[in-house]
T-cell receptor, first 116, second 113 residues
Framework: GAGVSQTPSNKVTEKGKYVELRCDPI?????LYWYRQSLGQGPEFLIY????????DSGLPNDRFFAVRPEGSVSTLKIQRTERGDSAVYLC??????????????FGAGSRLTVL | AQKITQTQPGMFVQEKEAVTLDCTYD???????LFWYKQPSSGEMIFLIY??????QNATEGRYSLNFQKARKSANLVISASQLGDSAMYFC??????????FGTGTRLTIIP
């Protein structure tokens, strides 16, 4: 697609529920990133995919968070047993891949998650 | 570990004036990239400008320029002839060999008519 698409744009859930956030990257981009942005803060790295595999998942806060990218394109961030502290905007970005100069990340509009 | 510091939480600038947003960084890697992103109230992160650690000249993109001082580990963003539409959050970020971006806490820029 023309840009990075994220769905849903807004998600309100109750504490303890399971949530999935979807990211559709720019066509042809091999790298895909998930970030989390809390109010008044800069984006915080969660996980990075190169192709289908997670190249770096060091930012996932705990084992309730999991992300997949089974065909090397669309990615889903999954959060189990949501907690109020998970409330944030979840940003997805894609880039051409590490062999391409600046390898600029293009971000989606984000998914705002609110856990009540 | 990589670290980005933005010491200006907020700035107010008169329209048509130039503005400098400060960014300092810390890394032990010899190869890295520095980025500036703009985040308007709509929330989307917009890429503005990039500087590679081995680039000899300061990067420029239209009204944006990056004042790269490697020895001081600073990468300040300069916006010339500011416009009302420049009002937004601005984030400095760094990428090391591990490909992930590390962001600063941002500066909220408000342009006054």
């Amino acid at each position: 697609g023309a840009g990075v698409s994220q769905t849903p744009s807004n998600k309100v859930t109750e504490k303890g529920k399971y949530v999935e956030l979807r990211c559709d990257p720019i066509s042809g981009h091999t790298a895909l990133y998930w970030y989390r942005q809390s109010l008044g803060q800069g984006p915080e790295f969660l996980i990075y995919f190169q192709g289908t595999g997670a190249a770096d998942d060091s930012g996932l806060p705990n084992d309730r968070f999991f992300a997949v990218r089974p065909e090397g394109s669309v990615s889903t961030l999954k959060i189990q047993r949501t907690e109020r502290g998970d409330s944030a905007v979840y940003l997805c970005a894609s880039s051409p891949g590490r062999a391409t100069g600046a390898n600029v990340l293009t971000f989606g509009a984000g998914s705002r998650l609110t856990v009540l | 570990a990589q670290k980005i510091t933005q010491t200006q939480p907020g700035m107010f600038v008169q329209e048509k004036e130039a503005v400098t947003l400060d960014c300092t960084y810390d890394t032990s890697d010899p190869s890295y990239g520095l980025f500036w992103y703009k985040q308007p109230s709509s929330g989307e992160m917009i890429f503005l400008i990039y500087q590679g650690s081995y680039d000899q000249q300061n990067a420029t993109e239209g009204r944006y320029s990056l004042n790269f001082q490697k020895a001081r580990k600073s990468a300040n963003l300069v916006i010339s002839a500011s416009q009302l539409g420049d009002s937004a959050m601005y984030f400095c970020a760094m990428r090391g060999p591990n490909e992930k971006l590390t962001f600063g806490t941002g500066t909220r820029l408000t342009i006054i008519p």
